[in-house]
């Protein structure tokens, strides 16, 4: 089993503030994805990470992938409550199986 | 409408007795999964498909039986429940390494 590692588990933040997500492995990816989930819902895809280095923006949400495909973060600048949620990070090693990590439950107070 | 469906989104059933959870995609993906979700565990994969009869075990397939007949369907049975089989689980479909999930079933075995 591959393992992957998420931190923190658990990020409590007031409105405004900025938060990063870290995810980690010994292991090389194919491809890494960053999910949130909400209460009673299904993963949703944010975002898929492939090339070494890259960096991808979706409005508030900065992902970057390390240099060796062993690990990725998530940065949301100027958190709102609309992003409460759990964030998780799935890699693929090849074979279109995804290893999620246990993910990162993220509270936006207003 | 087109997507992913399961059914039926909450399930009570007893220690012994055999349920099955019905997944349905309308994208014809090739790649069909099945993740369960617990508390401290996140997502873990148990069974997947690669295509129309061809299946594989996941992480932790121990008790559970999978079918795949036809593209767009991807049942998962529990042959005799058990309490540890209490979970929200979840079907995934993909055509690559990015999965679009379902909204997930709510098993509980009393």
């Known amino acids: 089993t591959q393992l992957l590692e998420q931190s923190p588990q658990f990020l409590s933040i007031q409105e405004g503030e900025n938060l990063t997500v870290y995810c980690n492995s010994s292991?090389?990816?194919?491809?890494l994805q960053w999910y949130r989930q909400e209460p009673g819902e299904g993963p949703v895809l944010l975002v898929t990470?492939?090339?070494?280095?890259e960096v991808k923006k979706l409005k508030r949400l900065t992902f970057q992938f390390g240099d060796a495909r062993k690990d990725s973060s998530l940065h949301i600048t100027a958190a709102q409550p609309g992003d409460t949620g759990l964030y998780l990070c799935?890699?693929?090693?090849?074979?279109?199986?995804?290893?999620f990590g246990a993910g990162t439950t993220v509270t936006v107070r207003a | 409408d087109a997507g992913i469906t399961q059914s039926p989104r909450y399930k009570i059933t007893e220690t012994g007795r055999q349920v099955t959870l019905m997944c349905h995609q309308t994208?014809?993906?090739?790649?069909m999964f099945w993740y369960r979700q617990d508390l401290g565990h996140g997502l873990r994969l148990i069974y997947y498909?690669?295509?129309?009869?061809?299946?594989d075990k996941g992480e932790v397939p121990d008790g559970y039986v999978v079918s795949r007949s036809k593209t767009e369907n991807f049942p998962l049975t529990l042959e005799s429940a058990t309490r540890s089989q209490t979970s929200v689980y979840f079907c995934?479909?993909?055509?690559?390494?990015?999965?679009?999930f379902g909204q997930g079933t709510r098993l509980t075995v009393v």
């Open positions: 799935a890699g693929d090693w090849g074979d279109y199986k995804l290893s």
């Open positions: 995934a479909s993909s055509e690559g390494f990015e999965a679009f």
């Open positions: 498909s690669a295509a129309a009869d061809i299946t």
């Open positions: 994208w014809s993906h090739s790649y």
């Open positions: 990470v492939v090339t070494g280095g």
């Open positions: 292991s090389v990816f194919s491809s």
